[in-house]
């Protein structure tokens, strides 16, 4: 079996060689290898044990179907900052000509291997600020290791550039030996560091800002606006991405659990909001808003998912997501298929609002293209998105970043989902900032609104080990 493997490598890479000498583009070679032994990957020991590629990892599972994804190192990276020009169709036609340009040896028809781009954008690509300096407007990687997870299966995807002298037996070696870290046992015993103080800008200011909102949507300049607030939290120690991680995984069942590493800083977060999936052509949108914490008790957590689901500010939140989302996806897609009514969508600390949005994606329309018509949805912008996002601007004093936008992943056959960076902190050495916001229309109350958003700081609260 092996040896069978350590042929195909060599037989596959030697012919990319050939076949790239006489062509004067790309450069790339990409392979993928189905590894047996999925029940002995821990994909918490993947992250343990690859500290040599830390700075430059993704970490990415879905939680309708446990797709782990890890992305390690960069073969190749489309970034941008700061731009108004379209970032999104930027990285689209960038990652078409890169794909022509790669030798792919997959035999696997498996969404998530072989080339597969990861990373995210931010929320605003006008604003930049020191806060996020490490996270430009937008950055997707081809990581040089893909391991990739499903139910039954695990695979491995490495990317070699073909831009020096290649040592086709040091490439082999390298492979075989990310197989056995796959296989490695985590590491037990690392402790949650000590939580030292939680800042947040005034309460006051911000309930104030929630009140001018409020004003603007009364005097009908606009119908609903999300804002944000950033809590920092600080630590004794160095906070150990790889137990963040683990805790999130098991704490937050419901949720997308994601990672992005960039130098120094982790981007992270357990976010229950899909923004789309495309697979083999078919979509899947979500929207998401409107939400009640959790009862104490199975009784009273009715009661208050009852309350929710007929409560007519709630609804009317909700809805705004709803038209939005329906009329970009109709726009791009055929058959599509959305209830009539929300239903409800348990996490572990809150309750939300959830209507799904299901289509085909039209012949000629992409995934990043669905991506660009729905950020932001007015679960994260408002209504109008101009004057809300207008709003946000002048008003709205946190530094969103990356927080509230797109994260997720694309391959070669345009499958692949981004969410949307919610419930989410960014981890800087013994400090955290973290984020949480909530759909302001106008019968919303400013102290109720504050307090469900320090209920949305809860799951990364817990995660870190903040939450008394
Ligand atoms: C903006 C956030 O939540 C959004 C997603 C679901 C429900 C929401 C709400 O009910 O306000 C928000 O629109 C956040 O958690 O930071």
């Given at each position: 079996?092996?040896?069978?493997r350590q042929q195909r490598?060599?037989?596959?890479?030697?012919?990319?060689l050939d076949y790239?000498a006489?062509?004067?583009t790309?450069?790339?070679f990409?392979y993928?290898?189905k590894?047996?032994?999925?029940?002995?990957?821990?994909p918490i020991a993947?992250?343990q044990?690859t500290?040599?590629?830390?700075?430059?990892?993704?970490f990415w599972?879905s939680?309708?179907?446990?797709?782990?994804?890890i992305?390690?190192?960069s073969a190749y990276?489309?970034?941008e900052n700061?731009t108004?020009?379209d970032r999104?169709?930027?990285v689209?036609?960038?990652w078409?000509?890169?794909?022509?340009?790669?030798?792919?040896?997959n035999p696997?028809?498996?969404?998530?291997?072989?080339?597969?781009?990861?990373?995210?954008?931010?929320?605003d690509?006008?604003?930049?600020?020191?806060?996020?300096e490490?996270?430009?407007?937008?950055?997707?990687?081809?990581p040089e290791y893909?391991i990739?997870?499903?139910?039954?299966d695990a695979?491995?995807t490495?990317?070699?550039?073909f831009d020096g002298?290649?040592d086709?037996?040091?490439?082999?070696?390298?492979?075989t030996?990310?197989i056995?870290?796959m296989?490695?046992?985590?590491?037990?015993?690392?402790k949650?560091p000590e939580?030292?103080n939680?800042q947040?800008k005034?309460?006051e200011?911000?309930?104030?800002?929630?009140?001018s909102?409020t004003e603007?949507?009364e005097?009908?300049?606009m119908n609903k606006v999300v804002l944000?607030?950033?809590?920092?939290v600080s630590f004794t120690?160095?906070?150990?991405?790889?137990?963040?991680?683990?805790n999130?995984l098991?704490q937050?069942?419901q949720?997308?659990?994601?990672a992005?590493?960039?130098?120094?800083?982790?981007?992270i977060?357990?976010?229950?909001e899909?923004?789309v999936k495309v697979?083999?052509g078919?979509?899947?949108s979500?929207?998401l808003?409107g939400t009640?914490p959790?009862?104490e008790?199975?009784?009273e957590?009715?009661v208050?998912?009852n309350?929710?689901?007929y409560d007519?500010k709630n609804?009317?939140?909700?809805?705004?997501v709803?038209d939005m989302i329906k009329q970009?996806?109709?726009?791009?897609?055929?058959?599509?298929?959305v209830?009539e009514?929300p239903v409800?969508?348990?996490l572990r600390?809150?309750?939300h609002?959830y209507?799904?949005?299901k289509?085909?994606?039209?012949?000629g329309h992409?995934?990043?293209?669905?991506?660009?018509?729905l950020h932001?949805t007015?679960?994260?912008?408002?209504?109008?998105?101009?004057e809300?996002?207008?709003?946000i601007?002048?008003?709205e004093?946190a530094?969103r970043?990356w927080?509230?936008?797109p994260?997720?992943w694309m391959?070669?056959?345009?499958n692949?989902e981004?969410a949307?960076?919610i419930r989410?902190g960014?981890?800087?050495?013994?400090?955290?900032?973290?984020?949480a916001?909530c759909g302001?229309?106008k019968?919303?109350?400013p102290?109720?609104e504050f307090?469900?958003?320090q209920?949305?700081?809860?799951?990364m609260?817990m995660?870190?080990g903040?939450?008394?």
């Amino acid at each position: 079996m092996i040896e069978t493997r350590q042929q195909r490598f060599t037989e596959s890479i030697s012919e990319a060689l050939d076949y790239q000498a006489h062509k004067d583009t790309p450069q790339l070679f990409s392979y993928t290898e189905k590894i047996a032994g999925v029940e002995e990957i821990n994909p918490i020991a993947v992250f343990q044990y690859t500290q040599s590629f830390k700075g430059s990892r993704f970490f990415w599972t879905s939680p309708e179907d446990g797709m782990v994804l890890i992305g390690l190192g960069s073969a190749y990276q489309f970034k941008e900052n700061k731009t108004n020009g379209d970032r999104f169709e930027h990285v689209h036609s960038e990652w078409n000509d890169l794909l022509k340009s790669v030798y792919i040896d997959n035999p696997y028809n498996q969404p998530g291997t072989g080339p597969v781009i990861m990373g995210g954008f931010s929320f605003d690509p006008e604003e930049s600020s020191e806060l996020w300096e490490n996270y430009p407007s937008s950055q997707m990687t081809l990581p040089e290791y893909i391991i990739t997870i499903d139910d039954s299966d695990a695979y491995l995807t490495c990317h070699i550039r073909f831009d020096g002298q290649v040592d086709i037996e040091n490439c082999r070696a390298s492979f075989t030996q990310m197989i056995e870290t796959m296989k490695q046992h985590p590491q037990q015993g690392s402790k949650d560091p000590e939580c030292v103080n939680q800042q947040a800008k005034s309460a006051e200011e911000w309930k104030e800002t929630v009140r001018s909102a409020t004003e603007r949507i009364e005097n009908k300049q606009m119908n609903k606006v999300v804002l944000a607030r950033e809590l920092r939290v600080s630590f004794t120690q160095t906070i150990p991405v790889s137990r963040v991680l683990e805790n999130l995984l098991e704490q937050q069942k419901q949720s997308y659990i994601f990672a992005l590493e960039s130098g120094e800083d982790c981007f992270i977060g357990a976010t229950p909001e899909r923004l789309v999936k495309v697979e083999n052509g078919e979509l899947l949108s979500t929207c998401l808003a409107g939400t009640s914490p959790r009862g104490e008790t199975p009784q009273e957590d009715e009661v208050l998912g009852n309350e929710l689901l007929y409560d007519e500010k709630n609804r009317m939140e909700h809805a705004f997501v709803v038209d939005m989302i329906k009329q970009a996806i109709e726009a791009c897609s055929d058959n599509v298929e959305v209830p009539e009514s929300p239903v409800l969508y348990k996490l572990r600390n809150l309750q939300h609002l959830y209507t799904p949005v299901k289509g085909k994606l039209r012949e000629g329309h992409s995934l990043l293209e669905v991506v660009r018509s729905l950020h932001p949805t007015p679960a994260m912008g408002g209504v109008p998105r101009e004057e809300a996002l207008s709003f946000i601007k002048e008003e709205e004093k946190a530094d969103r970043g990356w927080y509230s936008a797109p994260i997720g992943w694309m391959d070669a056959m345009d499958n692949g989902e981004f969410a949307v960076a919610i419930r989410s902190g960014l981890i800087q050495k013994n400090e955290a900032s973290l984020f949480a916001g909530c759909g302001i229309v106008k019968d919303s109350d400013p102290e109720k609104e504050f307090q469900e958003t320090q209920i949305k700081f809860s799951p990364m609260l817990m995660a870190l080990g903040g939450l008394q």
